[in-house]
Structure formats: C-alpha cells, structure tokens
C-alpha cells in the first residue's frame, strides 16, 4: 500500500496542518485569554491539534491521486507522531493509553477528512 502513496500530497497535508496548528492555537488562545479562561493555553492547543489533524486530513486527501482517506489518515498521524516525540522529550507524564488515543484520533479524524476532500476533488 505504501507504494501507492503520493507523497507529496502527505507532505503538503502534514506541513499545513502544523502551520494550520500553530495559527488557530494562538487565535483560540487570544480569544479565551481575553475572555479570562483559566489555563487558555492548553485548551488553545488541544483545539489546535484536533484542527490540525482535519486540516492536514483534508489537505493530504485533496491533493491524493487514490485513496484518499489513507494519504489523509497518514499526514495526521505524521503531526501525532510528532506531538507524541515532542511531548516525551520535554517530559510530559502522559500515559501510554492517552498517546494511544491521540494516535487513534489523528488516524480516524485524518482519514475521514481525507475521505471527505477526495469524493469531488479534482485530482492534479
């Protein structure tokens, strides 16, 4: 199966999908923090990741000459496989079951929104 990736259209969903991140956690963070929410920042980020799962999904589906749903469910887990290394190198306390989870939330979301996008795109 992996023989039939394109790549590049991974990439693309994956690198987005970090920016995607990166731009709607500082957003939410503004909003909230300017609302008084207590710890804005960790529910800034956790919405962030969850956005930016479905965007790189959406992205890598997209641009998918084929399965769609599989380019889109690996340009997520690629941005969970980095949250998870990210996370374990500054010493999060994580349980082994919630980065689990987070795998099987960035398979499911990223392919779904792969899915969605490769129904009626037009393939380039």
Known sequence: M???VRWRAVLVGFGLG???????AILIWLILSAGGVD??????????TVGGFLLAGWLAGRRAPIRAW??????????ALVVVVT??????PAPTGEVLLLALMAIAMGG???????????RF
Not at 18 to 24: E, H, N, T
Not at 87 to 92: D, T
């Open 18 to 24: 970090v920016l995607g991140i990166a731009l709607l």
């Open 39 to 48: 710890d804005a920042a960790g529910v800034a980020t956790s919405f962030g």
């Open 112 to 122: 779904v929104a792969g899915h969605l996008a490769g129904r009626n795109s037009v």
């Open 87 to 92: 996370a374990r190198l500054g010493g999060s």
């Open 70 to 79: 599989f380019h889109g469910a690996l340009a997520a887990m690629g941005i």
């Open 2 to 4: 992996l023989a039939a």
